[in-house]
């Protein structure tokens, strides 16, 4: 079965700082994997993607997520935090074979502190 | 182009009342997907769609129904709410199931059963 971890419900980073957001995984096979992004009363927004290829991926607003096979996580990272970075993050997953749809994680809240 | 709108934006019910969730894209995607977001839970598959005219069920679809009108569109129907199908419900659609393909979210509705 298919899950995704988000160990951290809320992780605090002063505004210029790195950020980093923690997600591990559990599939059968390769996985895709992605994040996705929360503002207030608002619709989910994706944010980048890891298929296969280079580990290192890049997506939206300066956002990037390293896949790392061994460790089974998906960590998503910004060299430097904005205020309105502050979001409900979520991380999910689908195995390539057989899945039906993406297991979320239950979201970590990012507040970036001025 | 719109993307993914869902009406109503918000809803009052009592225990027993139905109502139907509307779900529209304009992107011209095959599959679409309802799932509903409880706090700690991240988000929970309850229907999708893989193309126009077939529907599935996914992790939570116990007192739902769907209806894949036709490729645009994609109804959720409660026949008999209860207090625990209070929620947000967010509809989601993407190219194709399955596979690395990103799915785009609509706004929500925020359902509130008493």
């Known amino acids: 079965a298919q899950s995704v971890a988000q160990p951290e419900d809320q992780v605090n980073v002063a505004e210029g700082n790195p950020l980093t957001v923690k997600c591990t995984y559990s599939?059968?096979?390769?996985?895709?994997l992605f994040w996705y992004v929360q503002y207030p009363n608002r619709g989910l927004q994706f944010l980048l993607k890891?298929?296969?290829?280079?580990?290192l991926v890049k997506g939206s607003y300066g956002f990037e997520a390293e896949f790392n096979k061994s460790q089974t996580s998906f960590h998503l990272k910004k060299p430097s935090a904005l205020v309105s970075d502050s979001a409900l993050y979520f991380c999910?997953?689908?195995?390539?074979?057989?899945?039906?749809?993406?297991?979320f994680g239950t979201g970590t809240r990012l507040t970036v502190i001025p | 182009n719109a993307g993914v709108t869902q009406t109503p934006k918000f809803q009052v019910l009592k225990t027993g009342q139905s109502m139907t969730l509307q779900c529209a894209q304009d992107?011209?995607?095959?599959?679409m997907y309802w799932y509903r977001q409880d706090p700690g839970m991240g988000l929970r598959l309850i229907y999708y769609?893989?193309?126009?005219?077939?529907?599935d069920k996914g992790e939570v679809p116990n007192g739902y129904n769907v209806s894949r009108l036709n490729k645009r569109e994609f109804s959720l129907r409660l026949e008999s709410a209860a207090p625990s199908q209070t929620s947000v419900y967010f509809c989601?659609?993407?190219?194709?199931?399955?596979?690395?393909?990103?799915?785009?979210f609509g706004p929500g509705t925020r359902l509130l059963v008493l």
């Open positions: 890891y298929i296969t290829g280079d580990n």
């Open positions: 769609s893989a193309s126009e005219g077939t529907t």
């Open positions: 989601a659609s993407s190219v194709m199931r399955g596979g690395g393909e990103t799915q785009y």
């Open positions: 999910a997953v689908r195995a390539p074979i057989g899945a039906n749809n993406l297991f």
């Open positions: 992107m011209n995607h095959n599959s």
């Open positions: 599939v059968s096979g390769n996985p895709y």
